[in-house]
């Protein structure tokens, strides 16, 4: 008789055995990690050397970036959404609330404070009233766009300090990690 109890993974075997999503999802997630931890750990030294150099520099980018989305009063969450709006169009609110990993009533909450300050649009469905669609407005995707600029402006002066052989080699650098990632994940990251 397997153990349920205790540690995490006991209580997922329950959730497992009892058919679960959430149970099947936590498996996954645990064998995900392992499987990465792994590879990691299997990688040459140059791999790791690179991994050790990237992981500060994109942790401060995205620090950067977060204390921009701040400055602008546009939460984490409200960066999200608008992201997929952007990438997906308009979306239904039970289609936002699946996303969002929440149920309809936050969801709900989270898009009025939205609207509110008009970074999103919500539009009743002309066949179905009940079916209410959310878009990014004019002043949200104005905000997108901004953010976007300005991580672009900071890029460029990063870029502009290097040589032109170090430009050369870098582009060459990021078209091989790009193609990797693309055959790691040949959908693209649809959320």
């Not at 997929?84 to 979306?91: M, N, R, S, V």
């Not at 997108?144 to 430009?167: F, G, K, T, V, Y």
């Amino acid at each position: 008789m397997r153990s349920t109890g205790g540690g995490r993974g006991g209580s997922c075997l329950a959730c497992i055995e009892a058919g679960s999503k959430q149970g099947l999802r936590e498996m996954l997630r645990v064998r995900i990690m392992v499987c990465v931890t792994r590879m990691i750990q299997g990688m040459t030294s140059d791999a790791t050397e690179l991994l050790d150099e990237l992981a500060p520099l994109i942790a401060g980018e995205r620090a950067a970036f977060a204390h921009r989305c701040h400055e602008r009063s546009i939460s984490m969450t409200h960066l999200l959404l608008m992201t997929l709006l952007e990438t997906h169009g308009p979306l239904p609110m039970s289609r936002v609330a699946e996303l969002l990993g929440c149920g309809l009533p936050t969801a709900t909450g989270i898009v009025s404070r939205m609207e509110e300050r008009g970074l999103v649009e919500r539009q009743h469905d002309s066949e179905d009233r009940r079916v209410v669609t959310l878009r990014l407005s004019a002043d949200g995707a104005a905000e997108i766009r901004d953010l976007q600029a300005n991580r672009r402006q900071r890029m460029a002066i990063a870029l502009s300090n290097m040589s032109d052989p170090e430009r050369t080699q870098l582009l060459a650098s990021v078209r091989a990690l790009r193609a990797a990632f693309s055959r790691v994940n040949p959908q693209g990251d649809n959320a």
